[in-house]
């Protein structure tokens, strides 16, 4: 069964599953201890710091292993911030980073810090020179990640750190999706990483610090690992972790290239074989094993499950297969379609047969899922006024010169889209559509829909029935 996900996770390498079995026998022992057995442990996790700290591109002794990525990164905000508490209590951040932190930045918003979010391009990538412009006086702290875990769109990081080196703030970087790709060039001041997303085993991060930069680790304090990561060290993963990002950057460039063509075979087919497809993120700065697409009219829970029942495990940013209903923060951050979301990141080894039969099966999974949901065929009108779609959304007769009026409240992505195509028919060129929906993916996935099919996008305004209003003038 193919598995496209190693943005989540990647599969164990061997090289991590052999040194996790080796160091179960040799790595139990306290490092701290004097004896035979603590001394044979300390070994160990000296040789896995300085592994990994070549990898990174810092010196041993500023680089500290954490249990987890989200935990570096918390300990690498939380420390910065409070180090630099002199300096301000400014922290900017993109509008794209991992959740883990924006998380951070809320907690620093709550106990009344401030926070700055530059926003990205339709790529997803952000203007280096509007981040160096939001490092206003009082930053104390900047967070950027080295590539985008979505979309796979690669940022600036060498032209902001040198931004924020002139302005004398530190730059932390999440480097989580990047780092078994090749080490982060910049002169950065932080860089956290979790050993899962290069194949080591998971319960494993990293946190850097360069010497220099004012850091204040935050909770109780601990003799381990320099105050920064407490409590016992799970040795044999970290050994692992190690390890396997060794091999993998032994492996890169080859591998690299390789998953980079297939990748290209995805964007380039995935449009011409599904109709009505945006292929999102910058084409040529990216990650070369990740690529992310929406599809028009299409349900992301059901087009996921469909796509497993054909043996294909691949995630998706869609707020249909989100509990919280709502779209991904980097998707809305980027302006462009969500519905039918699916992000496809190759894991190393990935056969090119099995991208061939996933672009083979692909055409087909959608298809299947548009005509349950009643897609019109090529977005023409299948309804007329005044009629009831199977979807419960209505479009009600209105007097001449008025717009034509779709009720699609209290139904989910990708109705009210739908809904919308069926319509659009029926009023004359010129005419208007009023949308009114609740779903908060409306408001992406309806200005998306008219980019792709050539209408205009005339705004929104508040709906007395609730929900929001999203005009559409027929423009074709």
């Known amino acids: 069964m193919p598995y496209f996900d190693a943005a989540s996770a990647a599969p164990l390498h061997p090289v991590a599953r052999q040194a996790l079995l080796a160091s179960l026998d040799e790595g139990w022992a306290d490092p701290a201890r004097l004896y035979r057995e603590g001394r044979r442990a300390r070994l160990l996790l000296d040789a896995a710091r300085e592994a990994a700290a070549e990898a990174v591109g810092c010196r041993a002794d500023e680089l500290v292993f954490t249990p987890s990525g ?120 932080l860089l956290a990483a979790s050993a899962h997303k290069w194949g080591g085993p998971a319960g494993v991060g990293l946190l850097a610090v360069r010497k220099g930069v004012r850091f204040a680790p935050q909770g109780p304090s ?38 980079r063509e297939l990748v290209d075979r995805i964007r380039a087919r995935v449009p011409e074989l599904v109709p009505d497809v945006e292929v999102v993120g910058d084409p040529v ?68 047969e099995d991208v061939d039969r996933f672009l083979d099966v692909l055409p087909g999974v959608v298809a299947g899922v548009r005509e349950r949901l009643g897609v019109p065929g090529a977005a023409a009108s299948a309804a007329g006024s005044g009629a009831v779609a199977a979807s419960g959304a209505v479009a009600e007769d209105v007097p001449a010169g008025d717009a034509l009026v779709v009720d699609a409240l209290g139904r989910r992505c990708p109705i009210p889209v739908i809904e919308l195509a069926k319509v659009i028919g029926d009023v004359p060129v010129g005419g208007t559509v009023r949308v009114l929906a609740d779903d908060e993916a409306a408001r992406l996935d309806i200005p998306a829909w008219c980019e792709m099919r050539g209408q205009e996008y005339l705004g929104e305004e508040p709906s007395a029935r609730g929900g929001v209003a999203y005009l559409v003038r027929r423009t074709a």
């Open 222 to 259: 601990d003799e381990r690992e320099s105050g920064r990561a407490p409590g016992f060290e799970n040795l044999p993963a970290i050994v692992a972790a190690a390890a396997s990002l060794r091999a993998v950057r032994a492996e890169a460039e080859a591998e690299g290239a390789r998953l």
């Open 285 to 352: 700065r990216r990650l070369p094993h990740l690529v992310t697409f929406s599809c028009l009219y299409v349900d992301g829970e059901t087009l996921l499950h469909e796509l497993d029942r054909e043996g294909f495990s691949v995630s998706s940013g869609s707020s249909c297969t989100s509990s919280t209903l709502t779209p991904s923060h980097v998707l809305r951050a980027m302006g462009v379609l969500s519905e039918g979301n699916v992000r496809v990141s190759l894991p190393a080894g990935t056969p090119a």
């Open 70 to 189: 989200t935990r570096a990164v918390h300990a690498g905000v939380s420390g910065a911030l409070a180090g630099r508490r002199r300096a301000g209590n400014r922290l900017v951040v993109s509008a794209v980073e991992h959740s883990s932190v924006l998380h951070a930045a809320e907690v620093h918003a709550a106990a009344g810090g401030t926070v700055a979010e530059v926003p990205v391009d339709r790529s997803g990538a952000v203007d280096a020179g509007a981040f160096a412009a939001a490092l206003g006086e009082g930053t104390a702290l900047a967070c950027l990640q080295s590539a985008n875990h979505e979309v796979g769109t690669a940022q600036p990081v060498a032209e902001v750190a040198e931004a924020c080196r002139g302005v004398g703030v530190p730059l932390l970087v999440d480097a989580a999706q990047s780092l078994g790709w090749g080490p982060v060039e910049g002169g950065w001041s």
